[in-house]
């Protein structure tokens, strides 16, 4: 080993997300020596903080489950909601995503994976061109963090998603209360499952804890070192060759050589309000976001500074939040497809279909913030609304009085005292009610199609019909809460090609540079095509990444094939 060199490896991830993860896994198959080092003292990154699903067309897991799909219908999905606008959604990438969709899951699956298909959960925009009712998003068995041994007190735990063993599937049932004979069956299975975890002393989590749960168990298998509380400060490059990079561990700086290539899974700058202010869509706020609190930029700024180009930096995976009386933020994603409620802007009118994808929301209201007052938006609820259905984790029939006595949510006794209270013209708000109620005692939104989608029902109450998501907002008291664009991430960043390769202004790569995630522009352009898109791109070019550097590598092949372990000193 180089004396320079602190540590060598053939494949270096940077972050400790889904897509580091799977890269890392599918290189450590190869036989190639792998280091994941992570930020922060904890892993799993954003993927472990989120729904934990991931969107990937025509999957062998879904076709199992009786799903159609095929490569033409995604890629006729692809042209009628993503577009070709930008690069990161070019024919060659969108390509290369669908190419490594089956053989990616058939390797986890190998590792030990236990994916399962979402049902219910349709694609975003299920009535366009190729999009799917059943949907085509995929999640895992549920997973007991008992199982990471001693990373379980090392693996990121979302404090915004509630600790409960539950999938994707039970989640809209579960917001509605016991309205229906399926919720109230949903909400005894699930905490009956509940029970059962606790009398074992089991800790039984979905969502993303699941999904990395299971990645991280694989990697602690598969014998894959990965170090907490190393942080990146500089991408090494010589003769325009990224071979490592310097980092901060334990108080001293060290350099890490990565023989075959870096990859940066490192997220996004939802955190850092000078590049929000500088990159990002206005007026903006750190204060909106619930992202990974390691969402701060740096590696996508070291990339940046050795001449990678970025694109959609204005982009984030946009998401309706209340800010709540902590000033933590709070998204809404089942609330806005319940019916006696609908969002208006400063004036008191609708401009957007309240159940929509939050990304197409979240761009809405900025859209409509450049003409009118639209951030916030004003949430209004009738008392139909607010008896029955869930805000944030608290029921139906109950509102915690600090939200009250806060201001956090409004309370009035007529539309009159609502309006004045919100700062909105009486007469205009009393408008926008009476058109919508009109049509709403017959579930219809002429204006917006609300309840038209799969994806706008699958929310909604099935027993207010016939549209589950429209329903008139005229029972007093009445309730308002302010939202803002949040985010659980941005989506825009470095460009990369179909390998997930680093490029400059100019098209060409920078060679030995990888990346994947939400310090990417994303393969889905400007949109959101069905639950999970960011997590299964992410997965995908990871996964993709890692196998060019297994194809090719970057650095000198000479001895490759004899080497012996990597020099990590002080690997966990």
Not at 227 to 235: A, F, Q
Not at 314 to 335: G, H, N, R, T
Not at 500 to 510: E, K, N, P
Request: proline content about 6%.
């Amino acid at each position: 080993m180089t004396a320079e060199w602190d540590a060598v490896t053939d494949c270096l991830m940077v972050g400790s997300g889904g897509g580091a993860l799977c890269g890392a896994l599918a290189a450590a198959a190869a036989g190639r020596q792998v280091l994941v080092i992570e930020k922060t003292d904890v892993v799993g990154g954003s993927t472990a903080m989120s729904g934990g699903v991931l969107w990937l067309p025509d999957n062998p897991v879904s076709a199992r489950a009786g799903v159609e799909d095929s490569r033409s219908d995604a890629l006729r999905y692809f042209d009628a909601v993503v577009g070709r606008d930008t690069p990161s959604a070019s024919p060659e990438r969108v390509t290369a995503f669908l190419d490594a969709i089956g053989p990616m899951v058939e390797f986890l699956e190998q590792q030990g994976i236990p994916f399962r298909h979402c049902e219910g959960y349709s694609d975003y925009y299920d009535e366009r061109p190729g999009g799917k009712a059943r949907g085509r998003s995929l999640e895992t068995e549920l997973f007991d963090t008992k199982q990471l041994g001693p990373w379980q007190k090392r693996f990121r735990i979302s404090e915004t998603l509630p600790a409960i063993p539950i999938y994707t599937a039970e989640v809209a049932a579960m917001t509605r209360g016991v309205r229906t004979w399926r919720s109230a069956l949903t909400i005894g299975k699930v905490g009956a499952r509940l029970v059962a975890a606790a009398l074992r002393r089991r800790s039984v989590r979905g969502s993303g804890a699941a999904l990395q749960g299971w990645m991280l168990l694989a990697a602690a298998r598969a014998d894959v070192p990965i170090w907490t509380s190393t942080r990146v400060t500089e991408l090494i490059e010589e003769n325009g060759v990224v071979v490592g990079v310097c980092a901060v561990r334990d108080g001293r700086t060290i350099r890490i050589q990565a023989r075959d290539g870096v990859l940066i899974n490192s997220g996004g700058f939802s955190h850092n309000a000078e590049m929000r202010e500088k990159y990002g869509r206005s007026p903006t706020s750190t204060g909106w976001t619930v992202a990974n609190p390691g969402d701060t930029g740096e590696m996508l700024q070291a990339a940046m500074d050795l001449g990678a180009a970025t694109d959609l930096m204005e982009e984030a995976w946009w998401i309706p939040s209340s800010v709540q009386p902590d000033q933590s933020p709070l998204y809404a994603v089942f609330e806005r497809s319940k019916p006696h409620a609908i969002m208006v802007d400063g004036t008191g009118e609708r401009y957007v279909n309240e159940a929509a994808s939050y990304m197409e929301v979240g761009q809405a209201m900025y859209e409509r913030n450049a003409v009118a007052p639209a951030i916030p938006s004003w949430w209004i609820m009738d008392s139909r609304n607010r008896r029955r259905y869930m805000w944030g984790m608290a029921p139906g029939g109950w509102t915690p009085r600090q939200w009250i006595s806060s201001g956090y949510m409004i309370k009035a006794g007529s539309i009159a005292e609502l309006a004045d209270r919100c700062g909105i013209e009486e007469a205009a708000l009393e408008k926008t009610l009476e058109r919508y109620n009109t049509a709403a005692v017959h579930g219809k939104d002429p204006d917006f199609a609300k309840g038209e989608r799969a994806y706008d029902r699958y929310y909604g109450d099935p027993r207010v019909r016939p549209n589950p998501c429209v329903a008139p907002v005229d029972r007093p008291p009445y309730y308002a809460v302010a939202l803002y664009p949040g985010d659980v991430g941005t989506c825009g960043g470095l460009v990369t090609d179909a390998d997930a390769r680093v490029l400059r202004a100019d098209g060409t790569v920078i060679d030995g540079l990888y990346a994947t995630g939400n310090c990417t522009a994303s393969v889905m352009g400007r949109t959101y095509p069905g639950a999970g898109a960011s997590i299964g791109a992410s997965f995908v070019f990871g996964w993709r990444a890692a196998q060019h550097m297994i194809r090719a590598g970057v650095a000198p092949a000479v001895g490759k094939q004899d080497r012996g372990p990597a020099h990590t000193s002080g690997a966990e």
